[in-house]
Every structure is written in C-alpha cells, then in structure tokens.
T-cell receptor, first 113, second 113 residues
Framework: AQSVTQLGSHVSVSEGALVLLRCNYSSSVPPYLFWYVQYPNQGLQLLLKYTTGATLVKGINGFEAEFKKSETSFHLTKPSAHMSDAAEYFCVLGETSYDKVIFGPGTSLSVIP | DGGITQSPKYLFRKEGQNVTLSCEQNLNHDAMYWYRQDPGQGLRLIYYSQIVNDFQKGDIAEGYSVSREKKESFPLTVTSAQKNPTAFYLC????????????FGPGTRLTVT
C-alpha cells in the first residue's frame, strides 16, 4: 500500500539555521512527490514537486528537496531559516489511481529568533 | 488571475442545521476535491469529482454530500448527520489525467455549536 510518513510532527530551528524536514514514502510504482506549505488559517501552497528527471528539485522561497529512490525519501531542506518559514509542511504522494493523492501527517516548523 | 475561491471564510451554524460550503474554480480543471482538516492533523478526503455530474466518496464521506453540475463549481453540504462538523474545510482541483498537482482554495472554517 502506498503511504507517506513525516518524521517529527514538530521541528524547531533557530533563525539562520538549516531546515530539514523528513519525508519517506512507500510506493510500488514510480512516485510523484510534492511538498506543500500551509500558513495558519490558509490553504496549501505548492513548494516544489518531483515527477521524473532530475532528483534535486528546487522550489519557491529557497527550499529544495532531493528524491532518493534507494532510501524512499524526499526530504525538504533550506540552508537558512527565516522567521517567515514558520508554518505547517506536508509531504504528498501522487497515487496511481486517477488523481488522488496521499498526504503525510504534516510537520509544524517553528523558527526561533 | 486563475484560482479557487471558497466562501465564506468563516461560517457559524447551530447544531442540526445543514450548511453548504461554496467552491469555485476558473482554472478549467477537470477534477475537484474536498478535504477536512482538524487541529494538528493532516488532510482527509471527503469527496472528489473527476468530471461533471460524477463524484466519488473519499475516506470520510459520511454526513456530507456534494454535487458537480458545472465544471467550475463543487459545493459541499455538511448535513446534520455529520457528528462532529466543526473543522477547516479545503477545496482543491487538478488538471486531471496524471497530473497530481493540487491547487487549493483558502479554506472555510466551520463552527457548529
């Protein structure tokens, strides 16, 4: 069965420090993978996506993620955290049946000044 | 600008009343979705529709109903049968086919007392 796990429901980093949010997936077919960000009381915004091709994917706001098939991972990173990065982050797996997707449980990122 | 609109942003209802949440998109997307989000939790799929006049139940459809009479519109009715309707509701759409990238509306926060 396809699934998505995110290690750590809450992550805190200092402003200027590296951001690393972990995502692992399970899929029997080549996956489509996404990271979304959600600010309080708002909808989700796409940060980046992996479909095929280059395994290092760059997104908006300085975020990037690397698809590692051998590790079934798609971790999200940003070299230097900014206060505005404080939000909820969701890793999402595209399911093969029609257009349904599987959401990870989310990771809440706090940035400490 | 193309996008998804949801109205209203905040909605208050008395227990036992049905309430309809609006979702409209001008992206010319084929597929539309309704999700429910509870505090500290991920997104759970309520209903989705891949084409006009057709829709399927998601993981938590009980107590909800939808219609898809127009491509642009996918309203969600929260009925009195829904035992715990207070939540944040998100509407999304995709272009269809093998496109899993979901575009989200700003959400409606429903409070039932």
């Amino acid at each position: 069965a396809q699934s998505v796990t995110q290690l750590g429901s809450h992550v805190s980093v200092s402003e200027g420090a590296l951001v690393l949010l972990r995502c692992n997936y399970s899929s029997s077919v080549p996956p489509y993978l996404f990271w979304y960000v959600q600010y309080p009381n708002q909808g989700l915004q796409l940060l980046l996506k992996y479909t095929t091709g280059a395994t290092l994917v760059k997104g908006i706001n300085g975020f990037e993620a690397e698809f590692k098939k051998s590790e079934t991972s798609f971790h999200l990173t940003k070299p230097s955290a900014h206060m505005s990065d404080a939000a909820e982050y969701f890793c999402v797996l595209g399911e093969t049946s029609y257009d349904k997707v599987i959401f990870g449980p989310g990771t809440s990122l706090s940035v400490i000044p | 600008d193309g996008g998804i609109t949801q109205s209203p942003k905040y909605l208050f209802r008395k227990e036992g009343q049905n309430v309809t949440l609006s979702c409209e998109q001008n992206l010319n997307h084929d597929a539309m979705y309704w999700y429910r989000q509870d505090p500290g939790q991920g997104l759970r799929l309520i209903y989705y529709s891949q084409i006009v006049n057709d829709f399927q139940k998601g993981d938590i459809a009980e107590g909800y109903s939808v219609s898809r009479e127009k491509k642009e519109s996918f309203p969600l009715t929260v009925t009195s049968a829904q035992k715990n309707p207070t939540a944040f509701y998100l509407c999304a759409s995709t272009a269809g086919g093998s496109s899993y990238e979901q575009y989200f509306g700003p959400g409606t926060r429903l409070t039932v007392t």
